[in-house]
């Protein structure tokens, strides 16, 4: 169903304010890659190997946004979240669920095979994540290329919003890393195709506050249905939930604002932003209209470009 006019010219002005900011940054550019590497196309290899893992695993979609979240809100897009070592990124709690790694080094090897030495693997995350996103659903869209790889990962350094976060403080964050409350909205749409850990959220079905009761704010039929079939009380932790509706889990859409409009938000700062003053309109208008993908799109652009690393160092 289209969405009334009134709501479509909203949409279209936020998605101006969006894409006046998906403008070259730095010595990023489309197409970075073209003739760096003889006759090969280093974007249609990416492509080809996501498509591949993809048809065995869709919810490669999910890791791969989740990596690179988790990498460009720590020392900025710069694939520090794949180097190994006891106290890197990896190790840090909010990155020991984190997956996707094997696949950004299966393409990792490829490239190196046809042209050494040439492509970042922070590029890599950004052109494998696209390609897996376009995959499950959202209009094919570029992104700019042209990252230098960091190298300094450590665990300490790791501080990410938390799924209970407060919605202001939350806001405050993004801002932090140039991304407005509109990006935020749209970036925690990614948790339509996302799971969590029935650790994550225990509390909050069976204990909420030290209540021994569940969160009141949730759907009392939907909390049911989380409690019986997917995170039993004092069945293992390791179960996990859809973020969405399981239906819709394998594609990006806005079945996400649907489900916590109608207060069926699995994680604490989901369901706060249907509940908070200041995010609700925004939820309202994602939750009605088509535009979701193509919108998300421009937020992931724009996620991209946090704090990149382009220039090659100087070495003396």
Known sequence: MECPNALRTTLLALFLILD???VCHGRLRYGFYNGKCGQQNVEAIVQSIVKNSFTTDPTIVAGLLRLQFHDCFVNGCDASILLDGPYSEKTASPNLSVFGYDLIDQIKVVLESVCPGVVSCADIIIAATR??????????????LGRRDGMVSLASLVNLPSPNIPVPTA??????????PFDMVLLLGAHTVGICHCSTINDRLYNYMGTNKPDPSMNSS???I???NYCPKGQSNNNYVYLDDPSSAKSIDNSFYKQILNNKGILPIDQALALDGSTRWMVNLLANSTDFPSLFTQALVKL??????TAVPVVY
């Open 20 to 22: 006046l900011a998906a």
């Open 131 to 144: 390609d897996a996103s376009i995959l499950a659903g959202v209009p094919p869209f570029q992104v700019q």
């Open 171 to 180: 806001i405050q964050f993004f801002q932090s890393k140039g991304l407005n």
């Open 222 to 224: 939907y909390m049911t």
């Open 226 to 228: 989380v409690q019986n």
């Open 304 to 309: 991209g470009r946090v704090e990149v690393l």
